[in-house]
């Protein structure tokens, strides 16, 4: 079963629109990534927080996570039409670290 | 470029006819993986190799096997191909310890008719 579940399915914006994503996971967790798929190609990592932060900056992308819901946000700030991509989050399993769960992902579309 | 490489990138295959899909990563990573990908349902682990020789199942490993042939590459097989098992295959490679950040590969689209 899924660890991560996203929201929502689908959005679309305009360029220049900031894009918010939600991930919710359903046990403890020791870190949580969040992965880019471009159409047809292969995911790419973005960006990783760990259980013991809050929130984590990197160029126009602002994560956070609440540990307490079990829930991260990823914030696209100012989007661009090439960020249009499926967003997925990943998250290890406490205790059992050999492995990530991946959500359902997010297809962010941003029109110009 | 350094990286994780799959083949091949389409393949379609007849109901029972086998294939074995192949993965390198020049990264020295230790883990490899094996996902399917399937519309609404996000990226599902098949089968995982930690380090070279051992190999765990994952999520969804029936109808499939793995080799960790050495350090660098990790094959999946497909001995008797059913057409549920049309999907996008990625693999993808990972340091031992974690936070286990993947590198993919760019994904293999199998068809089976």
């Known amino acids: 079963s899924q660890q991560g579940e996203e929201d929502p399915q689908a959005l679309s914006i305009q360029e220049g629109e900031n894009a918010t994503m939600n991930c919710s996971y359903k046990t403890s967790i020791n870190n949580l990534q969040w992965y880019r798929q471009n159409s047809g190609r292969g995911l790419v990592h973005l960006i990783l927080i760990r259980s013991n932060e809050r929130e984590k900056h990197s160029g126009r992308l602002r994560v956070t996570l609440d540990t307490s819901k079990k829930s991260s946000s990823l914030l696209i700030t100012a989007s661009r039409a090439a960020d249009t991509a499926s967003y997925f989050c990943?998250?290890?399993?406490?205790?059992?670290?050999?492995?990530?769960?991946f959500g359902t992902g997010t297809r962010l579309q941003v029109f110009p | 470029n350094a990286g994780v490489t799959q083949t091949p990138k389409f393949q379609v295959l007849k109901t029972g006819q086998s294939m074995t899909l192949q993965c390198a990563q020049d990264?020295?990573?230790?883990?490899m993986y094996w996902y399917r990908q399937d519309p609404g349902m996000g990226l599902r682990l098949i089968y995982y190799?930690?380090?070279?020789?051992?190999?765990d199942k994952g999520e969804v490993p029936n109808g499939y096997n793995v080799s960790r042939l050495n350090k660098r590459e990790f094959s999946l097989r497909l001995e008797s191909a059913a057409p549920s098992q049309t999907s996008v295959y990625f693999c993808?490679?990972?340091?031992?310890?974690?936070?286990?950040?993947?590198?993919f590969g760019s994904g293999t689209r199998l068809t089976v008719v």
């Open positions: 990264m020295n990573h230790n883990s």
């Open positions: 990943a998250t290890d399993v406490q205790y059992n670290t050999d492995k990530l769960i």
């Open positions: 993808a490679s990972s340091a031992r310890q974690g936070p286990f950040v993947h590198t």
């Open positions: 190799s930690a380090s070279e020789g051992t190999t």
